[in-house]
Each structure stands twice: as structure tokens, then as C-alpha cells.
């Protein structure tokens, strides 16, 4: 190897490798407080890349040990590369190697995007089908079921769920309510364009799928009169809202289960938001007969002033 060039390579890998530890030093204080964890093989092949380079460091600190012994005893007058030659061939060098080579803080900072998968659990559809399907779920549960899909960009996905669930069980009103239900998902989700209003009208059309098949599927009715309060006043929707609840009041009778004070409620406020103020005190107070201690409809009563 020519002396010149052995001395540049010298250099070259002393600066590259000083370069590495300064930068890998402070990367473990840093990584605890934003860059995301190596893993173990990434910290491998850094431990591996460092041990070359210290390797290769030595290797040439030998043979540039042997150069000078060499030179001093012929001591020639050969022509000498000027140093200002050396050092800009340096700097090109170490240039070059920064931009083609990641350094180490990168290397640490950044795992490879295989490793990062497979450190995030992979979302179950199944099983979050299967728990949204299941009959028994609270409005809170479901709700933070919904919520879990949304956040893991699968909507779409299990809304297509639903579809192809209810259309594989035509004859079951729960198959259609709960598609209902994911298409409610959608409006929610579309806020207050136009998109809202086609998921709208479709969960509608799958609660009377349901009641086509059971008309007293209490849950098919409830939904489409809930879903149907929410509509803007403009396409009037409420007395179709409250025929729905007045209808769920008779199918009910005196039953007492503690779903069915909902219905009171939800139709005295119906009722309210209409301006008839008369059927709305009565409706809570005929619900308040049946679901003593309820305190949604015991406030309703006391907010009215009566």
C-alpha cells in the first residue's frame, strides 16, 4: 500500500470510529427519553460494527507503525504528499462516509420497520367481532369496543363484518339490528357531512329490516327511534321518532325491566323538544310510576317545575 494512502486510510478510520462512539455515548441517555428502544439486534450489529472497526483501527496502527520504521531507515528524499493534500482527502473521505453510512444514534433511534411490527400486537377482528356481537355488552362497553376498532383503522373492516353477517342471517332481527348499529359507527365517524346522512339512511333501512322480521324486536325499535331523534329538525324526522317510542310504550305495558325506563325518557324529551310540554311532565311522571328510583326522569320532573 502506498504511504500516502495507507496514512489516509489511517486517519479515515480513526475519525470514523471516534465518530461512532461520540454519537452512540449520549444515545443511551437519549433513547430513554424519545427515540424508541433498540432491539436486541440492532445493539448486536452496532456491538458487531464497533469490534471491526476497532479491529481494522489496530490493523492499520500497526502498518503505519512500520511505515515510519521503514521510512526512517531509508530516509531516501523521496517526495512527500503535502500534508494540506492529506487532510483534504480526509475530509472528503469522512464526507463521503457520513452520508453513505447511518450513524449510530440512526441506526439505534430507528429500528427496522419488521421489528416495530412485530412489537405492536396485531389487532384481532375476530375476536372484537365476536365481542360486539355478543348480546349482554353495555352501552359503555360497546361503546369502548367501537372506539378500540376506530383506533385501529378497521371500520371499515367490521362494518363489512356486519354485512356480510346479516346477509348470511336473514331471518335473525338481531343480525340486522346490530348492522345497524356499525353503520351508526360510520355516521359518528363522518360528523356533519353529507356522508353522515347515506350511513344514516341505511342503518335506518337495517332497523326495519329487523322489525320486518320480529315487530316487537324491542332493540330494532329503540334504535330507529333514537337514531331518528338525532336527525336535523329540517328533514323531519321527530314525530317519526316519537311514533316509534310511543309504539315501544304499548309493546312494553307495565314491564319493568330497566331498559324500558329509557323509553319514558326518551319520549317525554321527544315530546318537549315538539313543544308539548303537557305529554312530556306526564310520560316522565307515568315512567317515574313504573321506575321509582330512576333519576334521569325524577330530574326531568323537578326541572320542569313540578
Known amino acids: 500500500m502506498k504511504p500516502a494512502l495507507l496514512l489516509v486510510s489511517a486517519v479515515l478510520l480513526s475519525v470514523s470510529l471516534s ?3 461520540v454519537r452512540i455515548c449520549p444515545a443511551t441517555h437519549a433513547r430513554t427519553e424519545a ?14 460494527a464497533l469490534s471491526d472497526a476497532e479491529e481494522r483501527e489496530r490493523a492499520l496502527a500497526d502498518d503505519v507503525r512500520k511505515l515510519r520504521e521503514e521510512m526512517a531507515v531509508r530516509s531516501n528524499g523521496a517526495t512527500r504528499v503535502p500534508e494540506g493534500e492529506i487532510e483534504a482527502a480526509v475530509a472528503r473521505a469522512v464526507a463521503a462516509h457520513r452520508e453513505a453510512t447511518p450513524s449510530a444514534v440512526e441506526a439505534e433511534a430507528a429500528p427496522s420497520s419488521a421489528a416495530k411490527a ?27 369496543k367501537w372506539k378500540t376498532v376506530v383506533d ?53 333501512k337495517s332497523f326495519d329490516a329487523a322489525l320486518a322480521v320480529d315487530d316487537h324486536c324491542w332493540d330494532a325499535r329503540f334504535s330507529k327511534a333514537v337514531s331518528l331523534s338525532f336527525w336535523p329538525p329540517v ?32 319520549l317525554g324529551n321527544m315530546y318537549q323538544q315538539t313543544g308539548r310540554m303537557d305529554q312530556a311532565l306526564a310520560t316522565w311522571k ?4 313504573l321506575f321509582p328510583g330512576n333519576e334521569s326522569l325524577q330530574s326531568q320532573i323537578a326541572n320542569a317545575g313540578h
Do not use: C
Not at 375476530?126 to 365481542?131: D, G, L, P, Y
Not at 307515568?286 to 310510576?289: A, I, N, P, S, V
Open 235 to 266: 328533514f323531519g324526522k321527530q314525530n317519526e321518532a316519537i311514533k316509534n317510542f310511543e309504539v315501544l310504550t304499548e309493546q312494553q305495558g307495565q314491564g319493568n325491566e330497566p331498559k324500558y325506563a329509557q323509553t319514558w325518557l326518551l
Open 152 to 204: 385501529a383503522g378497521k371500520l371499515d373492516e367490521m362494518v363489512a363484518l356486519f354485512e356480510q353477517y346479516a346477509k348470511d342471517h336473514p331471518e335473525s332481527p338481531m343480525a340486522q339490528v346490530e348492522l345497524g348499529g356499525a353503520y351508526l359507527q360510520k355516521v359518528f365517524k363522518a360528523g356533519n357531512g353529507p356522508e353522515a346522512g347515506i350511513w344514516a339512511t341505511k342503518a335506518d
Open 118 to 144: 412485530a412489537a405492536e400486537p396485531a389487532f384481532d377482528m375476530q375476536a372484537a367481532f365476536r365481542e360486539l356481537s355478543t348480546p349482554g355488552m353495555t352501552r359503555e362497553e360497546r361503546m369502548a
Open 19 to 21: 465518530y461512532a462512539v
Open 35 to 48: 427515540a424508541p428502544a433498540a432491539t436486541v439486534d440492532d445493539v448486536a450489529r452496532l456491538a458487531r
Open 286 to 289: 307515568h315512567g317515574l310510576e
